[in-house]
Structure formats: C-alpha cells, structure tokens
C-alpha cells in the first residue's frame, strides 16, 4: 500500500482529534450548555394571573458548568443577576455528579491529545508495536469518545432527573419560587457531541487508511553485462 495513502487519513485522524480538544475546551469556558425560560410563580399566585398576563413573569436563565445568568421576571420589571456554580451554588446541586463531569471532561482533553499524538506518531513513522499503530489510535478514540458521553450522559441526568435548572434558578430565593417552563441545549452542549462524533469519525477514518490499494509498479529494465563492461 502506498505510505502517502495512510499517512493523508492519519493527518486527517490527528486532526479530528485536536478538534475534539477544542470542543471540550469552548465547551468548558463558555456558560452555554442550557438556556430556559422560568416563571415566577409566587409573582403569578399574588396576583392571580391569567394566560394573557403570564408573559410578565416569564424571565430568562441560561448557564454553564461554572457560571450563567438569570434574567427574573416578577411583574416589577426585569432584574439580571450573574451567578457562579463554586464554590456555594454546587453545595446546592448533585455535587458529586457535577464533579463528576468536570473530571470526565478534563479526562477527555487528555485522552483527546493523547489520541492526536498517536496519529501524528504514525504520520512519521511505523510504529514496531502493534499497540503504538491504527490499533492503538482506535483504542485512545474508543476511550476519549467513551468518556465524553459519558460527561454528556451525566448532564443530562442533572438535569432531566435532578432538576438542574430549576434547583438554579431558586438558588438564594428566599421570597420568589421560580418554575421551569422551557429548556432548551444551547452551543456547548452540542460542542461536546460533536467532539463525541469526531472521535467516532477517527474510528472510520482509521478503518479507511486499512483498505489496501493497487500499488502501482513500474517495469525496470534490465541491465545487460557484457565482457567489455568487467573489463571497465
């Protein structure tokens, strides 16, 4: 098989890889994982609103792993606040799922890089060890992608099963009881699927740079000896 044939689809490996780095990095940085709409309920229950009226105590909430915003809506006007998760909020949450993910993220930055190293590793040369070739790359993507569901999984469960956004929303409330009434996954949260698929994609990639090719071979001619050449 022709060496540059494998080495374009390694080159196209280590850069699926480093792309998932930078995902998971965007994703971990910028507070966009879910936006929402709450209603102020007790705003609503005080004055006893109807359908109409209910646009008045509908504000807005969108946050991260580490920080956010909350726009309240309480029919006195709308009032934004910043909030961070660490270090008093997360006492508030599932702590444990939360750290959880943040470690399985960062472990899937690692893994992503290791992933990128193992494919550049190939570009330049054969690996001796069979671990060290497109095994070993399928192997550190089957990992890194693994792990960034798994953070994906986790989230999820926050918040379907333990009412992340709602749980934020009432964070320090000690008058206004907030009620979720629309989520929706905002940019990080698809930069981690997309670095999820990328490493998926890395396992094709690999499988592809397998497929063995003509080679082709070109006709030498053959070099005739004579008496008069030895002599010479």
């Given amino acids: 098989m022709p060496a540059w044939f494998k080495k374009v689809w390694y080159g196209l490996a280590s850069l699926l890889s480093f792309s998932s780095f930078l995902l998971i990095i965007l994703a971990l940085a910028l507070p ?15 004055v006893n609103a109807t359908d109409p009226e209910l646009v008045k105590f509908i504000g807005d909430i969108y946050y991260g792993l580490f920080r ?16 961070t998760i660490f270090p008093h ?21 690692a893994l992503a890089l290791v992933s990128m190293g193992f494919a550049i590793l190939n570009i330049i040369q054969v690996p001796y060890r069979a671990v060290n070739g497109p095994g070993g790359i399928c192997l550190w993507n089957i ?17 379907k ?20 009434v629309e989520e929706q996954f905002k940019e990080s949260f698809w930069m ?13 990639v690999v499988a ?7 080679e082709i071979k070109t006709k030498m001619e053959e070099a005739t000896v004579t ?3 030895i002599l010479y």
């Avoid at 990992?143 to 918040?159: D, E, M, N, R």
């Fill in 68 to 83: 956010g915003c909350k726009v309240r809506q309480c029919g006195l006007g709308s009032r934004q606040s910043q909030f």
């Fill in 192 to 204: 981690c699927v997309a670095s999820a698929s990328a490493h998926a994609a890395n396992l094709v």
């Fill in 143 to 159: 990992l890194a992608g693994g792990v960034v569901s798994l953070a994906i999984t986790s989230f999820l469960a926050a918040v």
């Fill in 161 to 180: 099963l333990h009412n992340l956004t709602e749980r934020i929303a009432n964070f320090q409330e000690r008058i206004f009881q907030f009620v979720v």
């Fill in 89 to 109: 909020l997360v006492k508030e949450l599932n702590a444990g799922l939360h750290v959880t993910m943040l470690l399985l993220l960062f472990l899937a930055v």
């Fill in 208 to 214: 592809i740079s397998q497929i063995p090719l003509p």
């Fill in 32 to 46: 966009h994982w879910l936006s929402g709409k709450i209603l102020c309920q007790t705003g609503v229950d005080l």
């Fill in 227 to 229: 008496a008069e050449d």
